[in-house]
């Protein structure tokens, strides 16, 4: 750059000292004020930063725009999926309102069975009671029955002379064993003393039972009555076939209502 000395000097032939300053201090001002190179490269630089940054700025505003839309569009799905929980979420409600009314009505069948269930077993148990009073009465009467047709069937067949009929208990080694009837007599003059086991079904494991409990008793009616015959006698109405072969070969007899089936 030129000075203002130089300058001023160039000018003082043509102008005066005066107008030479002040022409060339204006001359060194404005060019002062001009863009030099340096200064435009810097500008240059600077606006290509700006231009850099502007596009970066630019890109991050799509980047931006398009993370909004993919929030929306989330935003979105979100009160959709919202939505459809709420929908679930009555249904549900629905459904466990149904679930407690069933409930109150399978409680209350529930409470209604078990009254029935009390209503039916207290009725079970008075018929078991009527049932078994009908038992007894039946056995009871079939032991009368028994008592007065058994000794007219062994006197038919064999003669038998009944002194006692009943039924009568028998203690063997401290332990008492009870008899449906007790047939105390004579057949031929000699002592018969007739154990009797009555039932309306004569089974093959009653028979094997009573035979254990005659055998168990006969000492003792033998050292009582010396010289009697015991005879084990089961009657009944019904008996199968390998129940009465069982009595037959027992040394036992074998009484239906029509008379002796078996004696051995």
Same mark, same amino acid.
């Given at each position: 750059?030129?000075?203002?000395?130089?300058?001023?000097?160039?000018?003082?032939?043509?102008?005066?000292?005066?107008?030479?300053?002040?022409?060339?201090?204006?001359?060194?001002?404005?060019?002062?004020?001009?863009?030099?190179?340096?200064?435009?490269?810097?500008?240059?630089?600077?606006?290509?930063?700006?231009?850099?940054?502007?596009?970066? @700025? +630019? #890109? !991050?505003?799509? &980047? /931006?725009?398009?993370? %909004?839309?993919?929030?929306?569009? $989330? *935003? =979105?799905?979100?009160?959709?999926?919202?939505?459809? @929980? +709420? #929908? !679930?979420?009555? &249904? /549900?409600?629905?459904? %466990?309102?149904?679930?407690?009314? $069933? *409930? =109150?009505?399978?409680?209350?069948?529930?409470?209604? @069975? +078990?009254?029935?269930?009390?209503?039916?077993?207290?009725?079970?148990?008075?018929?078991?009671?009527?049932?078994?009073?009908?038992?007894?009465?039946?056995?009871?009467?079939?032991?009368?029955?028994?008592?007065?047709?058994?000794?007219?069937?062994?006197?038919?067949?064999?003669?038998?002379?009944?002194?006692?009929?009943?039924?009568?208990?028998?203690?063997?080694?401290?332990?008492?064993?009870?008899?449906?009837?007790?047939?105390?007599?004579?057949?031929?003059?000699?002592?018969?003393?007739?154990?009797?086991?009555?039932?309306?079904?004569?089974?093959?494991?009653?028979?094997?039972?009573?035979?254990?409990?005659?055998?168990?008793?006969?000492?003792?009616?033998?050292?009582?009555?010396?010289?009697?015959?015991?005879?084990?006698?089961?009657?009944?109405?019904?008996?199968?076939?390998?129940?009465?072969?069982?009595?037959?070969?027992?040394?036992?007899?074998?009484?239906?209502?029509?008379?002796?089936?078996?004696?051995?």
């Amino acid at each position: 750059m030129v000075s203002l000395t130089e300058i001023r000097n160039r000018l003082q032939p043509a102008f005066t000292p005066d107008q030479a300053e002040l022409i060339a201090s204006l001359h060194v001002e404005m060019h002062d004020q001009l863009v030099t190179p340096h200064d435009f490269a810097e500008l240059r630089g600077v606006v290509g930063q700006l231009a850099e940054s502007q596009q970066a @700025l +630019a #890109e !991050a505003q799509q &980047r /931006t725009e398009k993370r %909004v839309a993919e929030l929306a569009e $989330a *935003q =979105q799905r979100t009160e959709k999926r919202v939505e459809e @929980l +709420a #929908e !679930a979420q009555q &249904r /549900t409600e629905q459904r %466990v309102g149904e679930l407690a009314e $069933a *409930q =109150q009505r399978t409680e209350h069948a529930v409470t209604e @069975l +078990a009254t029935n269930v009390n209503k039916l077993e207290y009725s079970m148990k008075d018929l078991a009671k009527q049932v078994g009073g009908l038992a007894a009465t039946a056995g009871g009467n079939l032991e009368a029955y028994a008592s007065e047709r058994i000794p007219e069937v062994l006197a038919e067949r064999f003669g038998f002379v009944m002194e006692s009929c009943g039924s009568e208990s028998i203690e063997v080694d401290e332990k008492a064993y009870e008899f449906d009837a007790v047939l105390r007599g004579t057949i031929a003059g000699r002592p018969v003393i007739v154990l009797c086991e009555v039932k309306t079904n004569i089974s093959e494991s009653e028979v094997r039972g009573f035979l254990r409990i005659a055998d168990r008793v006969r000492p003792a009616i033998l050292q009582a009555t010396p010289g009697a015959q015991v005879r084990p006698l089961f009657f009944g109405y019904r008996a199968a076939v390998v129940t009465q072969k069982l009595i037959t070969g027992s040394d036992a007899w074998l009484v239906f209502p029509r008379g002796l089936v078996a004696a051995a």
